[in-house]
């Protein structure tokens, strides 16, 4: 069967209508001078503009220049816009620490999106085909890899720029753009056949041979498989379509069911996560707090069943295990693994009458101010970020702000009886990722004041009320100043 009419219906499944105009990654080889033959066929159809991306990685001396001008002279005959851009491979991964294979793939993205930027093309199209996903499972497979390994490519996914090599190679932000690979479904077969059959010019690249590529030493092996078992790399492709379903259900419902926040500070409720199996300890590490690494996720795990507070050093920062809390610090390195370094959550500060206190955590700054007043203002109104209080019920010696515990219950003002703040939160519609930072006001006997939203009833102001304590609270966003304490005057 041609091939033209199978890539049309596939890919025009995958094209958005706002992608009108699409850069095509040319190399020279035949893959990808198949792809731009389909894509010039199926240009006036759809309405399509296109420009063409050549990475010149300087790899192989006049040969690479070659394959350039190949390019660019097959432009001319298309009447397609051409653009040829340098890098330096060998240079680049002197400096990075890094194998050619993986400098010149990262090189190689970084010039398509900034060329993607420059030419206002909102998708970039590449040539990865059947036998190129098969290859990418095995690597992912002996280098060491999860779920997440075995599903392979995507046919549409974000451009996978590198940010470390961002950084090192330009000094603008890349924006983005998703990357689609319409043939990545085709065997390679089929793609040889189209090229024979239509007379379709192309480039050898002599670096395909080269053992010195793990990816070409695997290739040969793999295609004896294929040999020996015929159907064996649909078989592969059809697992790897399954995982990428398993892996993107355990995302949306993890997310929907923890709703745990990749932030500077992520947390975790203990209890309920040590009830989980480990399966799902893991997907939650992974999909809810960014852990990527196995090694590192399994020590975290460990760190959950450990019984006293506890702390750890991990690429991404450090892990705080407290009495109820699993706490990720990303981007900072542990100061010591004793309690005395613990998370702003999982402190108590005093909290002077009057007086006021600031509290930061990285995300969220609170100023909450107490003062002694001789009665309501006339014409005052009840909002969520000022209360006033009877202050004998008060019970100022003892007033702390602290933040959420599990099993914390309060006596919501207008309810009868206890209220778990799991529940509270929950009516409130609050979001999980914010219950862990509102700062909540509590006395020797219970909550207070949950900051920002509803006060307790223990506190309310009667008749016989003889003496008021106004509390107000400002929160500002970003981080703001350590906690501190002025000198308290006036205490009741």
Not at 393 to 411: E, I, M, N, Y
Request: charged residues 25%.
């Amino acid at each position: 069967m041609d091939l033209y009419p199978l890539f049309q219906k596939k890919f025009k499944s995958l094209l958005q209508k706002h992608q009108t105009r699409l850069l095509i990654a040319v190399s020279g080889g035949a893959d990808s001078m198949v792809l731009w033959d389909l894509l010039e066929k199926c240009k006036k159809e759809q309405k399509l503009s296109l420009v063409v991306g050549h990475v010149e990685h300087g790899l192989r001396g006049r040969a690479s220049r070659e394959d350039a001008a190949f390019v660019q002279k097959q432009a001319q005959k298309y009447k397609t816009p051409c653009y040829v851009m340098p890098v330096r491979t060998k240079e680049w991964a002197e400096k990075n620490k890094r194998g050619l294979e993986e400098s010149a793939r990262i090189l190689r993205y970084q010039a398509l999106a900034r060329l993607a930027a420059q030419t206002k093309c909102q998708a970039i199209v590449t040539a990865h085909h059947q036998n190129d996903q098969v290859e990418t499972i095995f690597l992912h497979l002996i280098r060491g890899t999860g779920p997440g390994g075995m599903a392979g490519m995507c046919s549409v996914s974000p451009l996978p720029i590198h940010e470390t090599g961002i950084e090192r190679t330009q000094c603008t932000p890349v924006k983005r753009v998703p990357l689609i690979r319409p043939l990545l479904s085709t065997a390679r077969s089929k793609i040889w056949a189209y090229l024979t059959a239509s007379g379709i010019l192309y480039r050898k690249d002599s670096t395909n041979q080269q053992s010195v590529f793990f990816r070409n030493r695997i290739r040969p092996v793999l295609a004896q498989w294929e040999k020996a078992r015929p159907g064996f790399f649909d078989r592969v492709c059809q697992l790897a379509d399954i995982q990428r379903d398993e892996e993107d259900f355990w995302q949306q419902y993890i997310l929907r069911t923890e709703r745990a926040r990749r932030s500077q500070i992520s947390s975790l409720e203990l209890k309920p996560f040590l009830r989980y199996h480990k399966a799902v300890q893991r997907r939650i590490l992974k999909h809810s707090m960014g852990l990527t690494d196995f090694a590192t996720i399994e020590r975290v795990r460990a760190l959950a069943k450990v019984k006293k507070p506890k702390q750890i050093s991990i690429p991404e920062g450090f892990v705080e295990k407290t009495s109820h809390f699993i706490v990720i610090h990303k981007g900072k390195s542990v100061l010591g693994h004793k309690t005395s370094t613990r998370s702003p959550l999982s402190r108590a500060y005093k909290m002077p009458v009057p007086g006021q206190l600031r509290i930061k955590t990285d995300s969220r700054c609170f100023d909450i101010c107490a003062r002694v007043v001789r009665s309501l203002p006339s014409g005052w109104k009840k909002t969520c970020t000022r209360v006033f209080v009877d202050a004998e019920k008060l019970k100022a010696h003892s007033l702390r702000v602290r933040f959420w515990q599990p099993g914390d219950k309060f006596k919501p003002l207008g309810i009868r009886g206890h209220k778990k703040l799991q529940d509270f939160f929950t009516d409130q519609k609050i979001p999980f990722e914010q219950r862990g930072s509102i700062p909540l006001l509590v006395n020797s006997q219970g909550i207070v004041w949950i900051v920002g939203h509803r006060m307790s009833n223990d506190v309310k102001i009667t008749t016989s009320t003889r003496k008021i304590v106004e509390i107000k609270s400002n929160e500002k966003k970003g981080v703001g100043a350590d906690p501190s304490l002025p000198t308290n005057r006036d205490h009741i």
